[in-house]
T-cell receptor, first 112, second 111 residues
Framework: DADVTQTPRNRITKTGKRIMLECSQT?????MYWYRQDPGLGLRLIYY???????NKGEISDGYSVSRQAQAKFSLSLESAIPNQTALYFC???????????FGPGTRLLVL | RKEVEQDPGPFNVPEGATVAFNCTYS??????FFWYRQDCRKEPKLLMS???SGNEDGRFTAQLNRASQYISLLIRDSKLSDSATYLC????????????FGAGTRLFVKA
């Protein structure tokens, strides 16, 4: 089984809808991240969490919120989806001190 | 200026060629450096960490130049399977390290 899983893998939604992307990990890492990837822009950090009680904004947090339900779970919500949030979303984890990031398989989101 | 910059390519090389990518970073306090490989529509995966002394893993060599603030990746004897996007990543000390990724360099290796 994959160490970092994301659900759903693909999602089509309409403008104004609220959606949630979920991430689970079995690596036992404390640190979790949400990124979005757009062509030509690379990976951009949306939110990150260094432990269950810690939530931090990344460079592009507007329009997004997160919840760290447990060490193993980190979910990303789009409160009111808009078309420019169409992107590939990755969840990642890392272990303190090592900082190598382990990515989930990604969620392709299309907002119509 | 972006915090981490890469030449987007694409680099088109024949099998067996040697190809090199550079990645520049702007934060002189950056502590650790990485190269990731990303296949089309897949997640990035760590290729190698980049140490001050440089490191080599088979056909891949990574170098760090702190004075000029860049890291490099050299691929020797390119294989068709090396075709991918290569992302550099830099950890910056912002309230506990945060990783900044470059936009990636695309490599196509042709027979």
């Amino acid at each position: 089984d994959a160490d970092v899983t994301q659900t759903p893998r693909n999602r089509i939604t309409k403008t104004g809808k609220r959606i949630m992307l979920e991430c689970s990990q079995t690596k036992g890492h404390d640190r979790m991240y949400w990124y979005r990837q757009d062509p030509g822009l690379g990976l951009r950090l949306i939110y990150y969490s260094f432990d269950v009680k810690d939530i931090n904004k990344g460079e592009i947090s507007d329009g997004y919120s997160v919840s760290r339900q447990a060490q193993a779970k980190f979910s990303l919500s789009l409160e009111s989806a808009i078309p420019n949030q169409t992107a590939l979303y990755f969840c990642a984890t890392s272990d303190y001190g090592l900082e190598t990031q382990y990515f989930g398989p990604g969620t392709r989101l299309l907002v119509l | 200026r972006k915090e981490v910059e890469q030449d987007p390519g694409p680099f088109n090389v024949p099998e067996g060629a040697t190809v090199a990518f550079n990645c520049t970073y702007s934060n002189s306090a950056s502590q650790s450096f990485f190269w990731y490989r990303q296949d089309c529509r897949k997640e990035p995966k760590l290729l190698m960490s980049v140490y001050s002394s440089g490191n080599e893993d088979g056909r891949f060599t990574a170098q760090l130049n702190r004075a000029s603030q860049y890291i490099s990746l050299l691929i020797r004897d390119s294989k068709l399977s090396d075709s991918a996007t290569y992302l550099c990543a830099v950890n910056i000390p912002t309230g506990g390290f945060k990783t900044i990724f470059g936009a990636g360099t695309r490599l196509f290796v042709k027979a």
